[in-house]
């Protein structure tokens, strides 16, 4: 790039004058030089000064920040130099690059840092969902003209506040919440802020979670006796009779089924279609094989090669379950649908409860399921009646009658 020399006649100055390409933008840069003199009378001795060379020698070497420019110029003149040094040049990077982090604004830092940070180290469905998060809910409208520095634990509780507007559910929230405060995480390891001012960020008042339904085990046994191919039942039984999640059904190979158990060894990212380890190390636990489950996979085997991926797609190595979808009603009751696709594994997965109905105890429920915590099988996964609560109340019910049998005679009779 080409430095120029200009003169400004109303304030009688001289500048340094280049252009720049920042974004695809050209960028006009000027940087002051000094007043008119004798001594700088014509653009040839301005050429010739010290102040003029440093510049020109800068922008050469990559430079194009006119405020980074001054500093030098500035710096340089402080330490008495005719012109800047390797000193005076690192010294100024510093400083520019520390004031540019301290200026750092939200939407910059999430946009610029923080998502390509989750990119690389985050799974592609967990980045779409903050993705989601992030646009859904205007936070980059919501934090606008807010520096990263400047964010505080009020700024946090306003866009969860705002965010109830829509009738969203707890959960909801605090995934909001979550995802602010892996933001403020990596801002804090960056030194942009002393701590996460989402930690004491309170829920907003928002409803609870709408109830799901799950199939009981009636409903799974009519569902795999309508006529659905081998494939669509050996999927389906794995998720009614193994409680594997779909990523985890997705990227099954036939290798970690021995006959006996399935061995969750890869789950299948829904954005990408790439296989990652299994969620937890507890997710990574054998899972026994019932024998209908059993005869399921081995009808279905009998129709491959038996060996590669369990259920390969088309295009693809690993196949969309959630396009393998399946019609009809097993109930009659309207609550299938139409067609009832791949809800039906979450149903399923939750369906699971009828081993706990059976009278297997919760904890062996949850190592079934591969829960890392005992509250998240009880908690989502097991909705039965409270028999005790009910015997409670029948008890109570039992008592006011023997107490008040005139209230249950018939009064008519006279």
């Avoid at 039984?237 to 036939?254: Q, T, Y």
């Avoid at 129709?303 to 109930?331: I, N, S, W």
């Avoid at 299938?336 to 062996?364: C, H, K, N, S, Y």
Wanted: a positive charge.
């Amino acid at each position: 790039m080409k430095v120029y020399v200009c003169y400004d006649k109303p304030s009688k100055t001289w500048y340094a004058r280049w252009r720049s390409v920042v974004d695809g933008k050209k960028k006009l840069n000027n940087v002051r030089l000094m007043h008119r003199s004798d001594r700088y009378h014509s653009k040839a001795d301005v050429r010739k000064s010290p102040e003029f060379k440093a510049i020109a020698r800068q922008v050469g070497d990559g430079l194009t920040d006119p405020k980074q420019a001054k500093l030098l110029l500035a710096v340089a003149e402080a330490r008495g130099k005719a012109r800047p040094d390797a000193a005076d040049t690192a010294l100024v990077e510093r400083v520019v690059s520390e004031d540019s982090a301290a200026n750092m604004m939200l939407g910059d830092f999430v946009d610029q840092v923080y998502f390509p940070f989750a990119e690389a180290s985050l799974r592609a469905k967990t980045v779409k969902e903050y993705h989601g998060i992030w646009k859904r809910n205007g936070m980059a409208e919501k934090t606008a003209g807010l520096r990263v520095s400047d964010f505080r634990t009020k700024h946090g509780a306003a866009i969860l506040e705002s965010i109830t507007a829509r009738d969203v559910s707890k959960t909801t929230l605090q995934h909001a919440k979550f995802f602010l405060s892996a933001v403020f995480v990596l801002a804090t390891n960056k030194g942009l802020c002393d701590s996460n001012p989402m930690e004491h960020v309170l829920l907003p008042k928002a409803r609870g979670s709408r109830e799901t339904y799950a199939y009981d085990l009636d409903e799974i046994l009519a569902t795999l006796n309508l006529p659905f191919e081998a494939k669509v039942k050996a999927a389906i039984g794995v998720a009614a009779f193994a409680a594997l999640r779909e990523s985890e059904i997705a990227g099954l190979h036939w290798d970690d089924y021995d006959g006996d158990s399935i061995t969750v060894r890869r789950s299948i990212d829904r954005v990408n279609g790439t296989p990652n380890p299994p969620k937890t190390i507890k997710s990574a636990a054998p899972v026994p094989v019932v024998p209908t489950l059993k005869r399921l996979l081995d009808a279905y085997k009998a129709t491959t090669l038996g060996e590669g991926a369990m259920f390969p797609g088309v295009r693809q190595t690993y196949a969309d379950l959630d396009k393998m979808a399946f019609a009809g009603d097993p109930t009659g009751s309207g609550r299938g649908g139409a067609e009832v696709g791949w809800m039906a594994r979450i149903q399923t997965r939750g369906g699971f409860e009828p081993v706990f109905q059976l009278g297997v105890d919760e904890l062996t429920v949850q190592r079934i399921l591969r829960h890392s915590k005992a509250t998240v099988t009880r908690e989502r996964y097991i909705k039965v009646k409270d028999e005790r609560a009910e015997q409670a109340m029948a008890t109570f019910e039992a008592a006011i009658a023997s107490k008040n049998e005139e209230l249950f005679c018939d009064c008519s009779v006279k």
